[in-house]
T-cell receptor, first 109, second 114 residues
Framework: GQQLNQSPQSMFIQEGEDVSMNCTSSSIFNTWLWYKQDPGEGPVLLIALYKAGELTSNGRLTAQFGITRKDSFLNISASIPSDVGIYFCAGQRAQKLVFGQGTRLTINP | EAQVTQNPRYLITVTGKKLTVTCSQNMNHEYMSWYRQDPGLGLRQIYYSMNVEVTDKGDVPEGYKVSRKEKRNFPLILESPSPNQTSLYFC?????????????FGNGTRLTVT
């Protein structure tokens, strides 16, 4: 089945640093979503993007829907310990949702 | 509280012993779906349902069955589990309104098949 290419696969950063991760696809999507998964829990929606070129913020998180509709990025500014977890991008077309492989974020205090 | 509830959270079983993982949502969502999560592969869709009595295969349906007899429930059935079905499973649901209805996930079921 189709998958998105999400990078990096893992990140080890210092508290306070900014984080950037992205997803690319060979196919066009109508919606891009970013989820975060904490240990032992299901993914929780962080940001949803519905229009090509859209730039959306949610607190310290900023995400953009690529102009070609084939990519998206997520930035986290001034990271804090509770940002630790796995971040997933997902492209949606109708009711079909395709996930990236995930980015595992580790923060050193 | 609006939620997707899966049971059990943890399950250890042996090869060939039929099992069912239940999923229930209280948000009146039409769409429900099952995913499995494996290291390095992200979440892959097993089956989905657009409404009662309507189910379709996802990307990795082999070895699984589902049913949708009621709107709120979407059980995942493994008739004859095998070790390669050891994984973390998530149920999810949403409204069937096209673009602006993101998925809500349950907290997962960790299955081990020995």
């Amino acid at each position: 089945g189709q998958q998105l290419n999400q990078s990096p696969q893992s990140m080890f950063i210092q508290e306070g640093e900014d984080v950037s991760m992205n997803c690319t696809s060979s196919s066009i999507f109508n919606t891009w979503l970013w989820y975060k998964q904490d240990p032992g829990e299901g993914p929780v929606l962080l940001i949803a993007l519905y229009k090509a070129g859209e730039l959306t913020s949610n607190g310290r998180l900023t995400a953009q829907f690529g102009i070609t509709r084939k990519d998206s990025f997520l930035n986290i500014s001034a990271s804090i310990p509770s940002d630790v977890g796995i971040y997933f991008c997902a492209g949606q077309r109708a009711q079909k949702l395709v996930f990236g492989q995930g980015t595992r974020l580790t923060i050193n205090p | 509280e609006a939620q997707v509830t899966q049971n059990p959270r943890y399950l250890i079983t042996v090869t060939g012993k039929k099992l069912t993982v239940t999923c229930s949502q209280n948000m009146n969502h039409e769409y429900m779906s099952w995913y499995r999560q494996d290291p390095g592969l992200g979440l892959r869709q097993i089956y989905y349902s657009m409404n009662v009595e309507v189910t379709d295969k996802g990307d990795v349906p082999e070895g699984y069955k589902v049913s949708r007899k009621e709107k709120r429930n979407f059980p995942l059935i493994l008739e004859s589990p095998s070790p390669n079905q050891t994984s973390l499973y998530f149920c999810a649901s949403s409204f069937l309104t096209g673009l602006n209805s993101p998925l809500h996930f349950g907290n997962g079921t960790r299955l081990t098949v020995t």
